[in-house]
């Protein structure tokens, strides 16, 4: 029985005593990756912004004192222009831009948009010790673990009489003790 080597390592290249892939990577995993991020949601590291109420006049005002045009439509004509703008908008409502959003702030209607939207900086688990849940759900925020010594409900039986119950995160070390279980045998 012959096997081709040359369909085997079409894709392999020699140099030295190394062999090295020429077929182009997929980038698939950083996609994949991407993906992933996109899907769970990913807090950055924001600060939390409530916008006043009078954001349209506030940003006339900054468009007067710049001797812009304040219709929503104006389109700021430069980057010297957006730049002293956007910065006098920051002074005035302690709320930058991040950069991922400034190529989208072409005009004045478009910023009033910017200031307008709320910046909500909580934490989705967090937001549910704040909402009313139905009365057949209920999620427990601080987990219980067993200890023989301190447990009450079980008078010290556990169901599993072999497994230790290790804290190994320096978070709860201070909070919760842990157990090494007794073995019979080594």
Not at 12 to 19: A, W
Not at 39 to 57: H, I, T, W
Not at 166 to 184: D, I, M, N, W
């Amino acid at each position: 029985m012959q096997v081709n080597l040359g369909k085997i390592f079409k894709n392999v290249q020699t140099r030295g005593n190394k062999l090295y892939s020429t077929k182009p990577q997929s980038g698939g995993e950083l996609k994949a990756l991407g993906q992933s991020l996109s899907s769970k949601g990913f807090l950055r590291p924001y600060k939390q912004y409530v916008p006043p109420e009078n954001v349209a006049d506030q940003v006339k005002n900054i468009c007067l004192s710049l001797e812009l045009s304040s219709e929503p439509k104006y389109k700021l004509a430069n980057l010297d222009e957006k730049f002293k703008f956007l910065q006098s908008c920051f002074t005035d409502f302690k709320h930058s831009v991040p950069n991922s959003k400034l190529h989208e702030l072409k005009t004045i209607g478009d910023v009033i948009r910017f200031y307008k939207t709320p910046v909500n900086t909580t934490v989705s688990y967090d937001a549910l010790k704040q909402i009313k849940l139905p009365e057949n759900l209920h999620i427990q925020y601080d987990y219980v673990r067993f200890h023989p010594d301190t447990d009450a409900k079980f008078n010290g039986q556990t169901a599993f009489p072999k497994s230790s119950t290790l804290v190994t995160g320096l978070k709860y070390r201070g909070r919760y003790e842990g157990h090494e279980a007794k073995r019979s045998w080594p």
